[in-house]
């Protein structure tokens, strides 16, 4: 089974711009991330945070949430 | 004059909200320095003129267009700025009012889509909210209509009537007021900066704003320059945002009001399980666009063209030509008008209805919140060439006009992805080269028009992609993309504003019709009816028969047996329409039914494709020139997409002519 509500860990490890843009977006430290959909081949994720839905990269994904970049 | 600014984040209705308080842009110019375009528009009886700044989340930028926003309030001074915010999303929406609101400008925020809101079952408290934030705070719902009067009410104010706003005061951690304090009292005693612009420009500077530091730079500000790599070290950037967010999450808790709750965010949850569906996203996107071709081109605009090309090439011309002859013109006037102007510029006049239906798709998709979803789906298939999704969207947009399909490449954060994207934009069949197929489809293929339009539209985007990863490859990119996607409500598309839409992206080809059209048209009549000794009766003496026997050889390879189109295709590089227009003189016929039997005389299916493939591909039209010289701000881009472009549609074009001769 998928788990799909994660808490952001960290940031580090991301560019700033995309830090940035996401921080713009309301996300930090703490926030509640629910996966609404992985797309095959490691690709985008739908992920729904303070009742918006956005796009972002399985790479990003898995540095938000703490796992390792594969 | 009052000026006002509207600003805002994407995706909340701002050029709606434009569009609904002004009643007609008072013009549409570009932002100095870059080609992004800057719409202003007059309130109705009023003196009060309204500025559609870009859609930025931030003032620190990111992409180029955000760039225009922050410089714009480093330059001018509106004298109110309407912060125009999505009320379902209110939290990250105030952090750029926060900026705002430091500025110390007069600011009315809006919280618009204010019913997307109500049915998610919650409210704000205006009045506290107002109290928080230091300023008046309205509802409104453009697309309703919802809230305008109020609105329209407030930025319909004489200048000396605007209460001012005193600058929003945070509680930084105290280094960082510090560092506010310290910096804001150097700028105002030793450089006379105005106290309440200094405080915002030490705010900025401090946030690592790139647009704001770069200006620190240019005006020697050393209060600042001096401190950056304290302020960096310190990480104090990072400590505005968490106090203003900490600041907007308390200001949020203590104005919501639970309302009884209801279902619709149920309606976008559905429409996205089907519409992203990992597996099911590509071909809807696929059906979708197969969908737009099939309304555009065989159900509703070929329909329509045909019905005006039957008025323009009958009643209209013999009319004018009695009219003309009645008079006693010349006959050469006689010729210049009939066979010149009424077939050229009438001839692409008859496309209208074709274009403005595929316009009108385009519309539909961007104003339901799709072109979102189409960036999410298409990401994956392009991160395999080293683009992101959000590079969809110019290339989509170039389909309507390669001009503001590159100029919409803007909102791509990577400079190389934004040159590569420059780059292969002209290859995405922009809506001038649909005139030609059309003709040809028309001659040789009557029964798969739809198909036959549908494979260039593709062949075009697959060669798109393969020269991006070309220039991928070459370039060395390897910066990782920022691929943030924001996936908004989806809204049922409004008539007004997709109308507002369609016309907005069409009006530029009836412009074109008038002025460069009409130019080339003139251009080709008196090439086809003139040659050194002077006028003459047979097109086969004129100057354009000789141009395009000297190039027939060259286009024999790919199938091209006449000079006529020859001549045509080079008056196509001043605008692709003129392409059929100029046919239209050349082979010296009144109606697009005469054409098309003659065109089908000088093809066969083959060459028709072949010389398709050729339209499709090859030098881009002056205005696209124009545009990729001045968003890469070099001439050799330009002058490399000229030589490129040619070199690949004619290896493409042989290639289909020969290989298709070899099989048939």
């Not at chain 2, 809807?284 to 045909?306: E, R």
Request: with cysteine.
């Amino acid at each position: 089974m998928i788990m799909n509500h994660f808490m952001i860990k960290k940031f580090n490890g991301l560019d700033d711009a995309t830090t940035q843009r996401l921080h713009s977006l309301g996300l930090q430290v703490g926030s509640d991330v629910t996966a609404v959909r992985f797309y095959p081949f490691h690709g985008p994720v739908i992920i729904q945070v303070d009742h918006q839905k956005i796009g972002i990269r399985y790479r990003v994904f898995q540095q938000l949430t703490g796992g390792d970049v594969s | 004059m009052t000026t006002v600014a509207l600003l805002g984040n994407p995706n909340t209705g701002k050029t709606t909200l434009f569009n609904e308080l002004t009643d007609k842009y008072a013009y549409v110019g570009n932002w100095t320095g870059v080609t992004v375009e800057k719409k202003v528009g007059q309130i109705r009886h009023s003196n009060t003129e309204v500025i559609d700044l870009p859609g930025v989340y931030s003032l620190s930028p990111i992409t180029k267009d955000e760039s225009v926003v922050t410089n714009y309030l480093l330059r001018d001074s509106p004298d109110l700025i309407l912060n125009v915010t999505n009320a379902s999303q209110l939290k990250r929406n105030l952090l750029l009012s926060i900026e705002v609101l430091e500025l110390g400008v007069p600011v009315i925020i809006t919280l618009n889509m204010i019913d997307d809101l109500k049915r998610s079952g919650h409210y704000y408290d205006l009045k506290t909210l107002s109290t928080e934030l230091g300023c008046p705070v309205r509802t409104s719902n453009a697309r309703n209509k919802e809230g305008l009067p109020q609105l329209k009410a407030d930025l319909v104010q004489n200048q000396a009537d605007i209460k001012p706003n005193s600058p929003l005061q945070l509680n930084y951690p105290i280094m960082v007021s510090q560092a506010i304090r310290q910096a804001t009292k150097a700028l105002t005693t030793d450089y006379q900066v105005d106290a309440k612009f200094a405080r915002w420009l030490a705010i900025q500077y401090i946030n690592d704003n790139k647009v704001v530091r770069k200006y620190a730079v240019a005006h020697h500000l050393k209060p600042l320059l001096s401190q950056q790599a304290y302020y960096d070290a310190q990480k104090f950037s990072d400590q505005i945002f968490e106090t203003r967010l900490s600041f907007i999450e308390a200001t949020l808790a203590t104005a919501t009001e639970q309302l009884h709750s209801t279902k619709h965010v149920a309606i976008t949850s559905k429409i996205d399980k089907v519409v992203t569906n990992p597996i099911l996203g590509l071909p809807i996107f696929a059906g979708i666009f197969f969908l737009m071709f099939k309304l555009s081109f065989d159900w509703v605009g070929t329909p329509l063209s045909h019905q005006l090309d039957k008025l323009l090439s009958g009643p209209i011309s013999t009319w004018a030509n009695q009219f003309l002859t009645q008079v006693g013109a010349l006959p050469m006037l006689r010729s210049l008008i009939v066979n010149g102007l009424i077939a050229g510029v009438g001839g692409v006049l008859t496309f209208i209805p074709q274009i403005f239906t595929l316009f009108a798709c385009i519309s539909i998709l961007e104003d339901s919140g799709y072109m979102a979803r189409a960036a999410l789906v298409t990401d994956r298939i392009m991160e395999m060439i080293g683009l992101n999704g959000k590079a969809f969207i110019p290339l989509i947009i170039g389909f309507g006009c390669n001009v503001t399909g590159i100029m919409a490449a803007r909102t791509i954060e990577q400079p190389k992805e934004r040159l590569i994207t420059t780059l292969i934009s002209p290859f995405m069949s922009c809506s001038a080269r649909l005139p030609i197929y059309s003709l040809f489809v028309a001659a040789l293929f009557p029964r798969n028009q739809a198909v036959i339009v549908l494979s260039l539209y593709f062949l075009g985007i697959v060669v798109a992609l393969l020269m991006a990863k070309f220039y991928h490859v070459i370039f060395r990119a390897k910066e990782h993309s920022v691929f943030i996607v924001e996936l908004p409500q989806y809204h049922i598309p409004k008539l007004s504003i997709v109308w507002h839409g369609t016309w907005d992206k069409g009006k530029g080809f009836i412009k074109k019709a008038g002025t460069i059209i009409f130019a080339g048209t003139v251009l080709i009549w008196l090439l086809s009816n003139f040659n050194a000794h002077g006028y003459v009766t047979q097109i086969d003496h004129s100057f354009a028969a000789s141009l395009g026997q000297i190039l027939l050889p060259i286009f024999k390879p790919i199938g091209i047996t006449t000079w006529q189109p020859i001549s045509a295709l080079l008056t196509g590089v001043l605008a692709k329409e003129v392409i059929s227009s100029s046919m239209m003189v050349l082979f010296h016929t009144a109606n697009q039914g005469a054409l098309i039997g003659m065109i089908g005389g000088s093809f066969t299916a083959l060459s028709a494709y072949a010389l398709l493939v050729f339209v499709l591909l090859y030098i881009p039209c002056f205005a696209t020139i124009g545009t990729i010289k001045s968003e890469t701000g070099s001439a050799k881009w330009a002058a490399y997409s000229v030589v490129s472009s040619l070199f690949i549609s004619y290896g493409l074009a042989f290639l289909i002519f020969q290989i298709g001769s070899l099989l048939t």
